[in-house]
Structure formats: structure tokens, C-alpha cells
């Protein structure tokens, strides 16, 4: 027992560790950009205005600091969270650490449903809405196709995830040809690359509790998915109700997944290659896995906006680097575990 | 009775093969019963009905007395552990954490083992002789050791059965012996058990009950002396063994003839 709670402890205090990164990238972050903010400057404005003290700081550091930097950080903040924390929970609900969030089809779906409503000439809400709808939508199939065939196996899962996904990327190469090429394809493209430019704080306070609820609803069950990635029948003979929690997790997850592509449209990468990283630092256990891969899914999001931001002076989509930075990273990860991945 | 089955009716597509045919077993505490059959017959069939892994197409299951079509999942894990054949999971979780898992059927949808779990966890290694391993992933273990922690697995639940899905299998003499004399220490401790194997010697030392499946999907249920018998065998296997009395390990032991 003493071995246990000591392990405990690392792991909390490896959480710490991460959570003073974050701290430390935030405020990087803050200073970050064309306007020139000094780390103390930014400090300043953040609790000036938290606390509604005020302070000496002239109204133009105000307005960039909470009218533009802060809105962007936390939205990748929570972005990366979500699809971290997701990508945790698929790999364990589908015992499969080779999956991911855009395996199921759901970044796609969502991002179809983001295109529709571009297509309709809709904006604000209902771009959100749609988006949603729409992962919400290639999820349910996903998960359909299976329970048609009468198959209750992993493999069929992953398998119509591939089937949907393909289905979903072939939908929107249709709605890009037919988009205005002046106009509506410029944004659809935007949105499939994934981006934090013109997030308000009013994006984030719309999806904000579609994002916590699942998010503890998720940790609260963690144990359980850790008997789930056992599999099946071995998950029920432990006495598992494993299609309650199954169903329960896979929609927290979509619903985490779905409300961070409204808000930035799809990313990849992380809810694939963040899991990884956290397990060989953690462990398998989800109880501990699921904050730290929160955490890590954050500080790698925060980073990789703030760069995209700062390198050029016309702004990059973010996916382009976190597949720059992801796709190889992965491959040395893969390397790493070749043995325990057969 | 523990363990309980009525007329159990089985197979897997409609108007297919039967797997399973009027079974009728039952089992007390402490008794042990030993699943004899040619390959392909249905004995892990037969095991996942009774853990109702598998729904039998008619007849009833009963544990403890109760209709398991009533229970829910969590009731018939706390009375009955299986223990699957090996394998190998997706995340290399510690052999502990894995014993863990056997706690289950005593912890909430939302809630997370705690300090009994540990102990009980704690003390079922040290009975098996596994706490050295405990903080070894359990992907990097042997296979010899990786039965025994699913064996520990089955115990922490304190079920009143624990099944077997061939436990012997894929395992050296030694290993062998070692899970036999577990499972012997269990019955002795009032565990009903049913294990599967193709080794009738197994079924000899284990002594009890044997039952034999054959391929149209009947049990044959009787003490073990009685029905282990060479031209019963015979049958079974399709080819010549002799139940010879060896004096120098006061048994019968089944041996194959020449090649």
C-alpha cells in the first residue's frame, strides 16, 4: 500500500509540475504578439480586470490583452484539453491506442456540419450548432453500423469509424467544389485546418459547459474505463453494465470533441499523439491519465497558437504545425513502444 | 447449490449446429467440476453461457438459486469470477492495478477502489506468491505469472465460484502443476469450480466430478473415477489411451500408445 499512495503522490505532483508549465506558457503567451506586452504588464491587466481593481495600464494594453490574447489562449487551452482528454477516453473505450478522436469520424462530421452552415450563409450560433449536429451525427453512425451487422467487436467499431470518416472527408471535398471560390471556400478551408483567430469570449462561453460536464462526468468514471480497454467479455464477467458505460463515455467524449471543433474547427494530431505521451509518463490508469493528458493537451495547444501567431505576419492554421510537430513525434513514440504494440 | 443449469440449449446461428444440448449440471461449495471434450465440442461455449457471457438460445442459469436472466451484471460477478484464457491487454497496466480490477463488482459507476480494495489486493499477492511482481507491467510478465494474476483477479472479488477457461493451456510442466494446486487449495477453501481442459490426467488429480462434452453437444456429468474410462475416452479423443494405475503416484494416469 505504501508503493501505492507514493505513487499517487508523483503523479499528483507531476500534475503540479505541468500545471506551473501552463502558468508559465500563459503568460508567455500574453506577451507574445505584434503588440509589445511585458510579462509584468500583462500580469497587471489580468487581475486589474479579474478583480475589477483596475490599474495603470493604458485602455490599447487592456483591449489586446483581454479583448484579443486572452480569449485565443483560453480557447486553446480548452481545445487541447478536450481532444486530449477525448482521445484518452476512445483509446480506452475502444482498447485501441492507436485511435483518436478523427478516427470516428467525429472531427469530420462536425466540420460538415460547419461547412453546411457556410454553404447556407449562416454564421454565429448556427455554425456552432451545425458543427455539432454534425459530429454528433458521424458518431451515431459510427457507432450504428456495428449494432446493424450484429457485431458487438472493437475492430467492426474502428472499422466503420474508417468507413464514415472517408465517407465524411469525400461530402466535404463535394462541398468545397461547390462552394463560391470567392467567398464560402475560403472560410471552409479555414475551418478544416483548424484556427483560434476570431474566437470571442462569447464562442467559448457557448460551448464552455458542454465542455466541463462531460469533462467530469468522464473523470469521474476513469476507473471504469480502465476495466473497459480490457475488452468486452472480460469487462462484463467483471461486472461491468459495459453498453451503459460505454455509451456514457463515448458520448462525453464526442460531446468534448465536437464543442472544441465549434469553437476551432478540426485539429489534429492531438487526441492522438498527446494519449501516448502521457501514458509512457503516468501509466495506463485513466484516473491518472485523464488530467495529465488534459494538462499536456493544453500547454502543447497554447504553444503551437501562440507560434502560429508570432512566426509570420499572415497567420498560419494551426493544424499545419501540430501535424508538422505531431506526425514525427508519433513516429518516435511508435518507435519507443514498438515492443508493446504488436 | 451454487451453480445451477436447466436444460441450457445453445448455438450460435439459428438453425446451425448445436453447441450445447439439454445441458443439465449443478454444483455445490467446494466441489470441483472438470469440462473433458474434443476440440471445437463447446466447452468455453458452455463456460460463457453459465458466466452469461453468451445467451443460451433456451433452458435457464441459476446462481446461488436465482435466475441470472434477473440479475444485472454486477450481481453475478460478485458471485462468480472467470478466468479467461490468456491474453495479452491493449495498455500495460501493473499487475497490480490489474488484480485490481477484480474489485469491480464491489465498487460504483463513479467511484474508485479504495484502502480495503488495497488491502485485500495486497494480501490475495501475497497468498499466490506474486508481490514481488506487483509494480511490473503486466504485459512484461510470464505467462505462467499472468495466470496466476488473473487467478488473484478472480479471488479479490470473493466470489463463491470462480471458472476456468483452460487454464492450463500454453503453460510449462511446472506452471502446469502449479495452477492445478491452486485450484485444489481454492476448492478446499469452498470455491465451486469448473474448469475446462484436454487433459484427462487433470481431471484425475483434481479428482470431483468430470464431465464430458461431446461433439452433438451433450454432458455427460458423473464422479471422476467412474467416468474417465478407456473406451470412454476412446471415443472422445478418436484414438487409443490407456488408464493405467501408477503405483509410484498412487493414480490412474492416461497414456497415448506409440506413434
Known amino acids: 500500500m505504501a508503493t501505492n499512495s507514493k505513487k499517487n503522490f508523483y503523479a499528483v505532483g507531476f500534475d503540479l509540475l505541468l500545471l506551473a508549465i501552463l502558468a508559465g506558457c500563459i503568460v508567455m503567451a500574453l506577451c507574445s504578439g505584434k503588440y509589445p506586452i511585458t510579462p509584468k504588464e500583462s500580469l497587471d491587466v489580468l487581475f486589474g480586470e479579474l478583480f475589477h481593481k483596475g490599474g495603470s495600464y493604458s485602455e490599447m494594453t487592456k483591449n489586446v490583452v483581454m479583448g484579443l490574447r486572452i480569449p485565443r489562449i483560453t480557447a486553446s487551452i480548452l481545445c487541447g484539453v478536450m481532444l486530449a482528454m477525448s482521445g484518452v477516453a476512445y483509446q480506452s473505450i475502444f482498447k485501441n491506442p492507436l485511435i483518436s478522436p478523427d478516427f470516428l469520424g467525429v472531427s469530420n462530421g462536425a466540420c460538415i456540419g460547419a461547412a453546411i452552415a457556410i454553404l447556407m450563409g449562416l454564421g454565429g450560433i448556427y455554425l456552432s450548432g451545425f458543427a455539432f449536429l454534425g459530429g454528433i451525427l458521424a458518431v451515431s453512425i459510427t457507432v450504428l453500423i456495428p449494432t446493424i451487422l450484429k457485431s458487438e467487436s472493437n475492430i467492426m467499431l474502428v472499422l466503420s469509424g474508417v468507413i464514415v470518416g472517408g465517407a465524411m472527408s469525400s461530402i466535404l471535398g463535394f462541398i468545397k467544389y461547390v462552394a463560391d471560390p470567392e467567398t464560402e471556400l475560403a472560410a471552409i478551408t479555414y475551418w478544416t485546418m483548424g484556427s483560434f483567430s476570431y474566437v470571442t469570449m462569447s464562442e467559448i462561453k457557448s460551448v464552455i459547459l458542454t465542455m466541463v460536464i462531460p469533462m467530469i462526468i468522464l473523470f469521474g468514471m476513469s476507473w471504469w474505463l480502465d476495466i473497459l480497454s480490457m475488452g468486452e467479455s472480460e469487462a462484463k464477467s467483471l461486472g461491468a453494465n459495459i453498453k451503459l458505460i460505454r455509451n456514457v463515455a463515448i458520448a462525453c467524449a464526442t460531446l468534448m470533441t465536437a464543442s472544441s471543433v465549434c469553437i476551432s474547427g478540426t485539429i489534429g494530431w492531438i487526441g492522438l499523439v498527446i494519449p501516448h505521451f502521457a501514458r509512457m509518463c503516468v501509466g495506463p490508469n485513466n484516473t491518472k491519465l485523464i488530467p495529465t493528458a488534459g494538462l499536456m493537451g493544453g500547454i502543447f495547444l497554447l504553444l503551437v497558437d501562440t507560434i502560429t501567431r508570432t512566426i509570420s505576419m499572415a497567420e498560419m492554421p494551426v493544424s499545419i504545425l501540430t501535424g508538422l510537430i505531431g506526425a514525427p513525434f508519433y513516429a518516435v513514440l511508435l518507435y519507443r513502444q514498438r515492443k508493446t504494440i504488436s | ?259
Open chain 2, 1 to 259: 447449490m451454487i451453480i445451477e443449469t436447466e436444460k441450457l440449449n445453445f448455438s450460435y446461428t439459428k438453425g446451425g449446429r448445436q453447441i450445447l444440448k439439454d445441458i443439465n449440471l449443478s454444483l455445490g461449495e467446494g466441489e470441483v467440476m472438470s469440462i473433458l471434450g474434443p476440440n471445437g465440442a463447446g466447452k468455453s461455449t458452455l463456460l460463457n453461457c453459465i458466466a452469461t457471457l453468451l445467451m443460451p438460445d433456451s433452458g435457464i442459469v441459476r446462481l446461488c438459486g436465482k435466475d441470472t436472466r434477473e440479475m444485472k451484471p454486477k450481481e453475478v460477478a460478485s458471485i462468480l469470477s472467470y478466468v479467461p484464457q490468456n491474453h495479452v491487454p491493449a495498455f500495460s497496466y501493473t499487475v497490480f492495478n490489474f488484480v485490481l480490477m477484480g474489485r469491480a463488482p464491489k465498487v460504483g459507476m463513479f467511484e474508485r477502489p479504495k484502502d480495503e480494495d488495497f488491502a485485500i489486493v495486497e494480501k490475495t499477492l501475497e497468498e499466490i506468491g506474486l508481490t514481488e511482481l506487483k509494480d511490473k507491467p503486466y504485459t512484461e510478465i510470464s505467462g505462467g505469472e499472468r495466470q496466476q494474476a488473473t487467478i488473484a483477479r478472480a479471488m479479490v472479488a470473493q466470489p463463491k465460484a470462480i471458472l476456468f477457461d483452460e487454464p492450463t493451456a500454453h503453460l510449462d510442466y511446472g506452471n502446469q502443476l502449479k495452477t492445478l494446486r491452486i485450484i485444489k487449495s481454492l476448492k478446499e477453501k469452498g470455491y465451486a469450480i469448473i474448469i475446462t481442459t484436454h487433459n484427462p490426467d487433470h481431471a484425475i488429480m483434481l479428482g470431483g466430478t468430470t464431465a464430458i462434452l461431446d461433439r452433438e453437444g451433450r454432458l455427460t456429468v458423473g464422479k471422476s473415477e467412474e467416468i474417465i474410462a478407456e473406451e470412454r475416452l476412446r471415443q472422445v479423443y478418436g484414438t487409443e489411451l490407456s488408464l493405467i494405475h501408477m503405483d509410484e503416484v498412487d493414480r490412474d494416469v492416461c497414456v497415448p500408445p506409440n506413434l
